[in-house]
């Protein structure tokens, strides 16, 4: 199928898919939206940040355990039902946040809630649904629908200021309660259908255009079962790649306004560099999604990886001017940008998409674990060094890494569509 065919019967999906995921408990949960509550939260029950915050560690520890049922749901259950419950549960979870919460212990339950209705709004079953619809420009599609988390990074702080100054911060919540159940809602019950594959490849039976029913269409999908995954060189690569890079990519954007700082750049300064991640996360996603479809994707991701990594090393420099500061968190967005995306490009072009829920689960596994472990690490190392040099040398070595990773995946598998086993 021609590339212009799969966007002109796919198009939808991709939009729904894009929205989807902004809206989702992963970005729009705590993420993004939690920093205009900060303030009215502590007014009203004298909270601590600390204590706010708390809730994001609650709220990413779920989504991790919650991560490989979502993926066993979308390969066994089919990706649309599981959508559309969890995004209106999601909603209605927001809705409770806002008149719910009276104290300390019901905000955590609530959060704690939310994460678990929501779960299956994460990008696992997005991006199998992509992955299934699209082969000539499955990059560029896994792209577009991965930049909707900066989507929700523009809109949900405005937004949110908007609405708690108009409602109060309990209004807030239900105004944030109207994006996923009056935009993402509507548009994954148009767009969001399982059933036959719309794309046509070199890794595409052709038996899987006329498959009625996902559980039938699954058992002739091309690829690898999930135990045959965790069997393959190839994951562990991947895994720890990602694992390591996302928590050092958060570790140095978490680090990056106080780094500048001690370096002597003002704050209004060192606030506009770290601007810029934001905007090339985007640009990234997008570029990288393009350039995917048309090149070795491994090599396309050590190109933008490793320079990055290997760019960070520049802010130990005396005195780095705001330019130079500004350079370097561009392209550490841009291999943000990249994470996952190739993530879950690659998932498809190694282990294929008999499995891809669970294998493309476990691989965000380790995407989201990676900054619990290393935050807190890089943190201490900055306490106990009293600058950010080792810091610095430890996060430019865990980017660098993924990319050397990349590089040793080796040539995409010729996959087969053996019958699943029963």
Not at 91 to 108: I, K, Q, R, V
Not at 206 to 212: D, E, K, M, R, V
Not at 260 to 274: F, H, K, M, T, V
């Amino acid at each position: 199928m021609t590339a212009a065919r799969e966007w002109r019967d796919n198009a939808g999906l991709v939009a729904a898919s894009h929205v989807g995921i902004a809206f989702s408990v992963a970005a729009l949960g705590f993420t993004y939206s939690i920093g205009p509550f900060v303030r009215p939260l502590t007014a009203e029950f004298g909270w601590s940040r600390q204590d706010i915050f708390l809730a994001q560690t609650m709220t990413t520890l779920v989504i991790v355990l919650m991560s490989p049922v979502v993926g066993w749901i979308a390969d066994r259950h089919g990706v649309r039902r599981m959508v559309l419950v969890s995004q209106a549960l999601f909603g209605c979870g927001l809705l409770a946040l806002g008149f719910g919460t009276h104290s300390l212990t019901s905000f955590y339950a609530l959060y704690l809630l939310l994460a678990l209705v929501g779960a299956g709004t994460i990008g696992i079953g997005f991006a199998r649904l992509i992955s299934q619809r699209f082969d000539a420009q499955r990059g560029l599609a896994l792209g577009i629908a991965n930049a909707g988390s900066g989507l929700c990074g523009f809109i949900a702080p405005i937004y949110a200021t908007w609405a708690i100054g108009e409602f109060g911060w309990r209004g807030g919540y239900a105004a944030l309660a109207a994006l996923p159940l009056l935009v993402a809602l509507p548009l994954s019950w148009r767009y969001l259908h399982d059933g036959p594959r719309a794309a046509s490849g070199p890794d595409t039976p052709a038996a899987a255009a006329t498959t009625p029913s996902a559980s039938a269409h699954a058992a002739v999908e091309p690829g690898m079962t999930f135990r045959e995954a965790l069997a393959d060189r190839r994951f562990w690569f991947m895994a720890i790649g990602i694992f390591v890079c996302s928590g050092m990519m958060t570790s140095f954007i978490a680090s990056i306004v106080p780094m500048l700082q001690e370096a002597g750049l003002p704050d209004a300064s060192a606030a506009r560099a770290a601007a810029t991640f934001g905007i090339a996360v985007v640009v990234g996603r997008v570029a990288v999604g393009w350039l995917i479809d048309r090149h070795f994707a491994p090599l396309v991701g050590a190109l933008i990886v490793i320079p990055a990594g290997l760019a960070v090393l520049a802010l130990d420099l005396p005195a780095p001017s705001l330019a130079l500061a500004i350079g370097v968190v561009f392209l550490a967005g841009l291999a943000a940008g990249a994470e996952v995306d190739l993530m879950a490009y690659l998932t498809a072009r190694y282990f294929g998409l008999r499995e891809y829920g669970r294998i493309f689960a476990a691989q965000y596994m380790a995407f989201a674990l990676g900054p619990g472990v290393m935050l807190p690490w890089v943190a201490r190392a900055r306490d106990l060094s009293d600058d950010y040099g080792t810091a610095l040398t430890a996060i430019s070595a865990g980017i660098t890494l993924f990319g050397v990773l990349l590089l040793l995946l080796g040539p995409y598998p010729k996959l087969t569509n053996a019958p699943a086993a029963r």
